[in-house]
């Protein structure tokens, strides 16, 4: 009997190898029951074949995966309590939706009245029921996305394991859908695990992110978590967009830190790292949307002289690019909260630009 306290999915210390390529490296991690789980990384970090071990599609080369306290070992994909959501949705192009969406209980043990309500019940819940007599053709890709779900559902899998779930679909109907998604999940109880190289995607489905370069998990958390908070280089640059600079301790007092960083010209203050000293070099990292873009020069702390090199306009905000007394290049966001243009910087103007000590991110590695 599995204990109830357990994680609902255990993987320890699992790796894959092929040949002398090793895909995955010693993958540790923990999810929990009705949780939405995301792997994220770009082409080749072993988020993919990471899943397919998690489906039965290939066996770990070491380490174990274990499944509501069920060491999954051995386990072919067809006795797994898990149902994998394939990108390409996978659908029968001559069958109807209902027929699609029943296919895959053939082989259950039930009734045709049993399987019948179990694809209506599918339908309703992704409300495609108007649909059901249509063929995949026939319909739009955010409605073949939710016929891949419902099918994918209809068998009451304990884990649902979707491989770039919404790759096909344009930005407008895919943002729609992560939020169709969600809202199934939620009604269905079921655990989600997503794949994605989506930044966006990930941080809109997930409860929590698996950053992976290189086949290694480089950080897990909540989305604002790894995003406010990186470990890594690698995740800060992954995870949106930052500016990074050299940056040098001169002092701190274990709440602040104040830093030199030859290209602001000046001196700045950011929060602070464990055991910081005085000349111990770090990267200071600024997320374009926590500057403030001004025309003059404001109070406070963090203040940089700098000129607009270049600017991008995309309505509801824009953004800068500003040269920086030591000629390096820093990223700013400013939202267009007022209508008409009069007010804001143009190409070459002499601006000045803030942040607050919180806002730096510090990196070691």
Request: net charge neutral; proline share 6%.
């Amino acid at each position: 009997m599995a204990d109830a306290t357990a994680p609902f999915l255990r993987i320890e210390g699992v790796s894959k190898t092929f040949g002398t390529f090793q895909a995955v490296r010693d993958v540790s991690l923990t999810i929990t029951k009705g949780e939405i789980f995301a792997l994220l990384g770009g082409s080749g970090c072993g988020k993919t074949t990471l899943l397919r071990m998690l489906a039965g599609f290939e066996e770990p080369t070491k380490g174990r995966i274990f499944l509501d306290g069920q060491d999954m070992t051995g386990v072919p994909p067809w006795e797994r309590p898990v149902h994998m959501m394939f990108q390409s949705y996978a659908l029968f192009p001559h069958m109807t939706v209902e027929k699609n969406v029943g296919y895959g209980l053939k082989h259950e043990r039930m009734t045709a009245a049993q399987r019948a309500d179990r694809v209506r019940d599918m339908l309703d819940l992704v409300q495609l029921s108007a649909f059901a007599q249509r063929k995949p053709h026939q319909i739009s890709g955010g409605q073949r996305q939710r016929v891949a779900l419902a099918r994918a559902l209809a068998r009451q899998p304990k884990l649902l394991l979707l491989d770039e779930p919404l790759a096909a679909l344009d930005k407008k109907l895919r943002e729609q859908t992560q939020f169709e998604l969600m809202s199934i999940q939620e009604r269905t109880g079921v655990t989600f695990i997503v794949v994605t190289h989506d930044q966006e995607e990930a941080m809109t489905l997930a409860d929590r992110i698996a950053v992976m370069d290189r086949g290694q998990v480089q950080q897990i958390g909540p989305p604002a978590e790894v995003y406010e908070h990186p470990a890594t280089r690698f995740v800060a640059n992954f995870l949106g967009s930052i500016t990074q600079f050299t940056a040098t301790v001169t002092a701190t007092n274990g709440k602040e830190t104040r830093l030199h960083v030859p290209a602001f010209g000046s001196e700045v203050i950011a929060g602070t790292l464990p055991n910081l000293v005085p000349g111990e070099t770090l990267t200071l990292g600024l997320r374009p949307e926590k500057i403030t873009l001004l025309r003059d020069r404001p109070d406070g702390p963090n203040v940089i002289a700098g000129e607009v090199k270049d600017l991008a306009y995309f309505g509801k905000d824009s953004l800068y690019r500003i040269t920086l007394p030591g000629g390096d290049l820093l990223s700013v966001h400013a939202v267009n909260a007022r209508r008409g243009g009069d007010s804001r910087p143009d190409w070459n103007d002499q601006v000045w630009l803030s942040f607050a000590p919180e806002a730096a991110i510090l990196l070691r590695d």
